[in-house]
């Protein structure tokens, strides 16, 4: 896994709530507790580790964002998120004190 540790660290981004909204229509977008690291979360995903992640769903570190959540980022475009992809999902993390 360290390749995909070493993609992953790579392509960590941080991006603004405008440039993340378009995967909403595809509904790809996943949203991870601060708890957890977000390349750890997204080499899990790579390998389809299904009971992390479950576990990770079930203490609810990981879901689908709010329609709550969503409204709230529109009224805030530049809100930044940390982004990687791990297709087909899109995993986001809240920039802390931003």
Same mark, same amino acid.
């Given at each position: ?16 709530? +405008?440039? &993340? ?7 790809? =977008?996943?949203?991870?507790?601060? @708890? $957890? %690291? ?20 079930? +203490?609810? &570190? ?7 959540? =969503?409204?709230?980022?529109?009224? @805030? $475009? %530049? ?20």
């Amino acid at each position: 896994m360290t390749e995909t540790r070493e993609k992953f660290e790579k392509d960590l981004a941080e991006v603004d709530w +405008k440039s &993340l909204r378009i995967h909403t229509q595809r509904d790809s =977008l996943i949203l991870v507790d601060a @708890q $957890l %690291d977000l390349v750890d979360v997204a080499c899990r995903v790579a390998v389809d580790d299904t009971r992390e992640i479950g576990a990770w769903i079930e +203490k609810q &570190l990981l879901c689908k964002p709010t329609a709550a959540q =969503l409204s709230c980022w529109e009224t @805030q $475009l %530049d809100k930044p998120f940390k982004m990687l992809i791990a297709a087909p999902y899109i995993l986001l993390q809240a920039v802390l004190n931003a």
